[in-house]
């Protein structure tokens, strides 16, 4: 999951994917997740293989940090998604499909490496949603 916003509407977005989150099967033989938040640029704030309690896992998307600087370098987040996030040593189930879900203020500020980076990531997995 990627998340990004202002910061006067950071607590907003947190709490959406929070809400996200709580619907979801987490588990160890369940679903897992992983956030990436960016600005400037994109940081993996924990892998796949992290949290298997739901209750943990809503307060560690809680405590994410607003990162600040450029909020629409979407085309990096997905790049770093694909590069370091679905990897199996970063917690990545072969045998488990893979979706990514983008949460952002606006649009990218490149929209064809945009495009091209979504275009690499689901093409490893059945869907982006953004």
Not at 39 to 55: M, R, T
């Amino acid at each position: 999951m990627f998340i990004t916003g202002q910061p006067d509407n950071w607590r907003t977005i947190l709490e959406f994917v929070q809400e996200i989150v709580r619907g979801l099967n987490v588990g160890k033989d369940g679903t897992h997740v992983a956030v990436i938040s960016y600005g400037n640029n994109a940081k993996l704030d924990f892998n796949l293989d992290e949290y298997y309690d739901i209750n943990e896992l809503v307060e560690a998307v809680g405590n994410v940090a607003y990162r600040g600087g450029n909020t629409n370098t979407t085309a990096a987040a997905l790049r770093y998604c694909r590069e370091t996030m679905f990897t199996e040593a970063n917690g990545d189930r072969k045998d488990s499909p893979n979706l990514v879900v983008v949460v952002t203020d606006g649009g990218s500020n490149d929209k064809d490496i945009t495009i091209d980076e979504a275009y690499k990531v689901s093409s490893t997995m059945p869907a982006i949603l953004a």
